[in-house]
């Protein structure tokens, strides 16, 4: 296979909200080199509906935004993170108005929404529920427009390169699906903007490159990963028999809309904050229902609603309920929960750091304290803002380009795919089932006893496509299980039917590799 090797100054894996903020701001101090496993468009930042939650007016203040956080991040959250996060969220998000971004208003003022957790309408909005899709092809046009920044689209990052001496990360190697070539690219500085893991479990409301890929390479080199046990489930994923489904946003619940169980119950007016309580009270209430239901879904009524002004403000959303054959105006819309959203990653500082020299996460990759057990409603892209955007402030400040080693070989073998393709579906089955909104300890170790034995009959090919991606696959899945073994209370959106109170766990679940050096911290 043939090989190109480049060198850069900033080295950016991820095209999301945080991948492209980092490219246009590190694009200031020299040259980067962008790098995606799909397109430019397709990340799980595109498909975000809910909005970016942000203090923009004058009735709100930076200090109720955090207090809502931290009360949602149910006593997990870096106090000092969430400070970060809320004031210069609101400033990131002011510098993308000035750039040209726009987000909805009515009479020249921005519309800003309120959804789950918020106790003020600090959320705003572009196209409806389309506030992802807005943000994404926003930055896009920026990121084309900077000559400094070059994009590489589907490239499969398999390797980071490490110098064993320095403890530092020298760049990556990536193999190129479209010229079956590899590109290694060496850059002093390396920042993993590659998304979550929600993409692992059956029912996911994230795009099917969604596998944790950026998880796994970081933990090969010796990052450390943390809280990998909280995933949070969103309530209303749309349910269809045959298992695809999409996002309800948030923000429809912000509207007015309600939850009502198969017996025709408005099951969440029992909740102070009734439909708008956080997503994990949610989540686990219409599990709750499901579990003494026939049905495998709730329904998300808007029939008291002015459906005209639903379809004006949600126009794609509504439309694609529209297409499942559903009438708003007459009956309600199944949802279920779905894997979402992953609080867990790369361990980082305020910087955006991850215990590796030269290496920066930022984004859902990262786990950054920010969210704590649970995500409030509309922070994550405000933290893919604020984070990437601190990330190269701090890495422009180093020159160094270090030396690094790297594997030589890479192959791919093409007999390989159908095996893989099952591999996914099983561990996608144990987690779903194991790992799920409700966890136990039966179940739990059932999960890792099925990984360890997937683990060893892996083939034993160091530097082969599938195997790579195998290998990678199957450890973030044992992480994940040994993590939610590990705490023993149910916590956010960490649910423990064995351990049902919050025991104030104020341990933070962390490995470094091997995984028998699992630590507390």
Known sequence: MNSTTISTDFLVIGSGAAGLNAALHASRHGRVRLVTKSGLEESSSYWAQGGIAAVLKGDDTYESHKKDTLQAGRGLCDAEAVDLLVSEGAREVKRCIDLGMRFDKTNGKLDLGLEGGHSNRRVLHANGAATGKALIEFLT????????????????????????????????????????????????????????????????????????????????????????????????????????????????????????????????????????????????????????????????????????????????????????GIDIKREGIPVAPAAHYCIGGLATDLEARTTIKGLYACGEVAATGVHGANRLASNSLLECLVFSKRAVQHASTTGKRPEASFSTDFRIRDDSGEAFTALQQEVSEVLSRHAGIQRNREGLEQAADRCQTLREQLPDEQNEYFAIRSRGLVQLAELIVQSALQREESRGVHTRTDFPESSLMSERIAFQKPIEHSEAL
């Not at 169980?261 to 949610?282: H, I, S, T």
Request: aromatic share 10%.
């Open 141 to 324: 046009e920026l990121v084309k427009a900077e000559e400094r920044i070059t994009v590489t689209e589907q490239a499969f990052v398999h390797e980071l390169f490490k110098n064993e001496k320095e403890e530092r990360c020298g760049g990556a190697a990536a193999y190129l699906y479209k010229e079956h070539e590899l590109l290694r690219i060496e850059s002093p500085v390396t920042i993993l903007a590659t998304g979550g893991y929600s993409g692992l479990f059956q029912r996911s409301t994230n795009p099917h490159t969604s596998t944790g890929d950026g998880l796994w390479l970081g933990y090969d080199i010796g990052a450390k990963l943390q809280d990998l046990e909280f995933v949070q489930f969103h309530p209303t994923a749309f349910y269809a028999g045959d298992g695809s489904t999409f996002l309800i946003s948030e923000a429809v619940r912000g509207e007015g809309a309600h939850l009502y169980n198969e017996k025709g119950e408005r099951f969440m007016g029992a909740y102070d904050q009734q439909e708008l309580a956080p997503r994990d009270v949610v989540s686990r209430e219409i599990f709750r229902q499901i579990q003494n239901q026939d049905n495998d879904f709730v329904y998300l009524d808007v029939r008291h609603l002015d459906t005209e002004k639903l379809d004006a403000h949600f126009p794609n959303l509504i439309g694609k309920v529209k297409e499942q």
